[in-house]
């Protein structure tokens, strides 16, 4: 009795020569992939000779194998001796060290027609015999070519595995992203509600009526030229300010134009019908320039809504102080939008800075920026709210905020 290969590199072969026979009888192309079902026709051919070699060891010469119990009260794939599809797509793929008998037994019949006791009592495929020198050739072929077929079985299992690997840790590392993502985003959340409740930040949704009541262009009077010190004619001078206001998420964004320079900034409702006005020099460097404070009631009754401030006196280098005004804000009304008007004819003119507002409906609307006389706007609620009584100096000082009695005694 001659020595017959075992393991990976006889079941290997054994399984290649039955994938070309089964070709070869019916015609059906076997895809070798990772699918088992692909494989499931061929176990079912060969679980048919598997049932039988308990009864037929003798006819077969296949080693003796012990009765099914139940051959008669099971099918497919429950029989004792069945084959799977995926017993032979891990066997073809050389994942299998120790293939089982009775499929090794199926396979040397459904090709030899004898088990493979049998067999190798008398082989007739000399590649299935045991080599004692690897360079002696076989009567088909030689062992280099069949260790050439094994090696290219090898590498795509290889490469198969290390897929398979690869995949794995991508999978790990998505999962283990994931988490990370996860965790922050949580960390990030309670971070913001830490800081919403820390600073206030959008303590009250506004209703519906307040963001339609605040949201829009407006005129805002200021008194601050009052306080600067560097202009002599500063007596009842004001300044008024034009502002587009836009809701966004919980909150107002704003742009305000003024004679000299603009501001930006945000609103936000504190509660009902109270608003805190936040704002900044508008400039071309990334820092905070004058900031600003302002409460307003939205739902005052009267035709001008006055704001309290913590502002400056937008002078000159020092001379720029803190101080406390009283603002009038006016709305123009809603939607179009606000662009400065640049290099017209009209700058010249009027020595101003002019903003024009184009409404929804098309039409234009100027507005001439300048610091100009409180008398001359001949508002008598305005001149009330807004002349040097409304000014409060950080530090008491005479002569800096100029009345009539200051001027008849000059």
Known sequence: MKNIKKGKEEIIY??????EKYKSETGIQIIQNTNRK??????????????????????????KYSQDLSPNTKDYPYRKYDITGGQIKDALNGIVSNPRPFLVDACYIYLFGMGRKRFAENPVDDKLIEQTNPNVKNTTGNIEEDSHKLSKIKNRNKKKSILIILGIILLISI????????SESKKLS??????????NILPYQPSKNEIDSLSGVWICYTGSPQARVSDPNRYHKIVPNILSVEYKNGYFLFNRYGASFDHIGYMQFESPGIVSIHSRV?????????PRH?????????????????????????KNKIIGIREVYQKLGSGGSLKEVINEVENASCQCKIIRWQKENGELKSYYLKNEILDSLKLPEMQSLIDEKSILLM????????SKDTLLQN
């Open 14 to 19: 054994l399984l290649s020569k039955v994938l």
């Open 38 to 63: 692909n494989y499931e026709s061929l176990a079912i051919l060969l679980s048919d000779i598997s049932k039988e070699l308990p009864n037929k060891h003798e006819e077969w010469g296949n080693e």
């Open 175 to 182: 999962s283990f992203y994931t988490v990370c993502l996860y």
């Open 190 to 199: 309670a971070e913001w509600s830490i800081l919403k409740k820390d600073m």
């Open 282 to 290: 508008k400039n071309n460097a990334d820092v905070t320039e004058s």
């Open 294 to 318: 302002s409460l307003m009631n939205i739902f005052d009754d009267s035709q001008y809504l006055t704001a309290i401030s913590s502002s400056w006196n937008f002078d000159v280098g020092n």
């Open 395 to 402: 530090k008491p000082q005479q002569g800096i905020i100029l």
